[in-house]
C-alpha cells in the first residue's frame, strides 16, 4: 500500500515538474516511501510506549528531539522491521534508562560537558548526516541544517543541566548524544550506509 501511494505521488510530480528525470524520480520515491512509511512506525512505538506507562515521556521526547534530529540527519536501516525495531528501542530505551538512572550533579555536569564537545566535532565533521537515497547536494542547504543541528544540540544540553526534573533532564541528554551517535562514519558502516556525497561527490552551490 505504501508502495502504492508513494507511486502515485511520485508521478503526479512528475506531471507537474516534466524537467525531473528518472533518477531524480527515485529519489523523490524514496523520500516520500521515508515520510509515508514513517506514519504507521511511530504509531506502533507510540502503542508500545503507552503499554509500557511511559506515553508522555515519549512524546516529549519525540518532539523535543524533532528539530536536532531534523537538521543532523543520520542513518536508515534498511527494512521496515529493522526499521521499528530500532526506533523502539531508540525513544522507548532511552525514556527507560532516563527513569533508573540518577547522576549526581558533578557527574552530570561533566557529562554534559563531554557530549557537547563530542557533538560538536561530529556535527562539524557529518552534519547534516544524508544517506545516498536522498542526499543533501546543496552547500546552502547544508549550511543552514548545520548551524541548526549546533544550536539545536547546544540548547538540548544546556535543558538538561537547568531542568530540575531527573527524567526529563536525562531524556534530553541521552537522548541528544545517542541522536549525535547515528551521524557518526562507524554508525554508517556498521548499518552498511553511505553519506550521500560519498555517492554523488561534492555539493552544489
Same mark, same amino acid.
Given at each position: 500500500?505504501?508502495?502504492?501511494?508513494?507511486?502515485?505521488?511520485?508521478?503526479?510530480?512528475?506531471?507537474?515538474?516534466?524537467?525531473?528525470?528518472?533518477?531524480?524520480?527515485?529519489?523523490?520515491?524514496?523520500?516520500?516511501?521515508?515520510?509515508?512509511?514513517?506514519? *504507521?512506525?511511530?504509531? !506502533?512505538?507510540?502503542?508500545?510506549?503507552?503499554? !509500557?506507562?511511559? !506515553?508522555?515521556?515519549?512524546? /516529549?521526547?519525540?518532539?523535543?528531539?524533532? *528539530? %536536532?534530529?531534523?537538521?543532523?540527519?543520520?542513518?536508515?536501516?534498511? @527494512?521496515?522491521?529493522?526499521?521499528?525495531?530500532?526506533?523502539?528501542?531508540?525513544?522507548?530505551?532511552?525514556?527507560?534508562?532516563?527513569?533508573?538512572?540518577?547522576?549526581?550533579? $558533578?557527574?552530570?555536569? $561533566?557529562?554534559?560537558?563531554?557530549?557537547?564537545?563530542?557533538?560538536?566535532?561530529?556535527?562539524?565533521?557529518?552534519?547534516?548526516?544524508?544517506?545516498?537515497?536522498? *542526499?543533501?547536494?546543496?552547500?546552502?542547504?547544508?549550511?543552514?541544517?548545520?548551524?541548526?543541528?549546533?544550536? @539545536?544540540?547546544? !540548547?538540548? /544540553?544546556?535543558?538538561?543541566?537547568?531542568?530540575?526534573?531527573?527524567?526529563?533532564?536525562?531524556? /534530553? /541528554?541521552?537522548?541528544?548524544?545517542?541522536?549525535?551517535?547515528?551521524?557518526?562514519?562507524?554508525?554508517?558502516?556498521? @548499518?552498511?550506509?553511505?553519506?550521500? %556525497?560519498?555517492? %554523488?561527490?561534492?555539493?552544489?552551490?
Amino acid at each position: 500500500m505504501i508502495d502504492i501511494i508513494c507511486t502515485f505521488l511520485t508521478n503526479r510530480i512528475r506531471k507537474e515538474m516534466p524537467e525531473i528525470d528518472d533518477e531524480r524520480a527515485e529519489v523523490i520515491n524514496y523520500g516520500l516511501q521515508n515520510i509515508v512509511g514513517e506514519i *504507521p512506525k511511530i504509531i !506502533l512505538v507510540f502503542i508500545i510506549a503507552f503499554i !509500557l506507562g511511559i !506515553l508522555k515521556e515519549v512524546l /516529549l521526547m519525540f518532539i523535543v528531539l524533532i *528539530p %536536532y534530529k531534523g537538521a543532523s540527519g543520520g542513518f536508515h536501516l534498511k @527494512t521496515h522491521l529493522g526499521c521499528i525495531i530500532g526506533t523502539t528501542a531508540f525513544y522507548c530505551g532511552i525514556v527507560l534508562l532516563s527513569q533508573y538512572v540518577v547522576l549526581e550533579e $558533578i557527574v552530570k555536569y $561533566i557529562l554534559v560537558g563531554i557530549s557537547w564537545i563530542f557533538g560538536m566535532f561530529m556535527i562539524k565533521l557529518y552534519a547534516p548526516a544524508d544517506t545516498e537515497n536522498v *542526499p543533501i547536494l546543496s552547500k546552502k542547504d547544508r549550511k543552514k541544517k548545520q548551524i541548526i543541528a549546533y544550536i @539545536t544540540y547546544s !540548547l538540548g /544540553l544546556v535543558s538538561a543541566l537547568l531542568i530540575q526534573d531527573n527524567v526529563i533532564s536525562n531524556i /534530553l /541528554l541521552f537522548g541528544n548524544l545517542l541522536q549525535t551517535l547515528t551521524i557518526t562514519k562507524l554508525a554508517y558502516r556498521l @548499518t552498511k550506509n553511505k553519506y550521500g %556525497y560519498e555517492v %554523488y561527490g561534492n555539493a552544489s552551490v
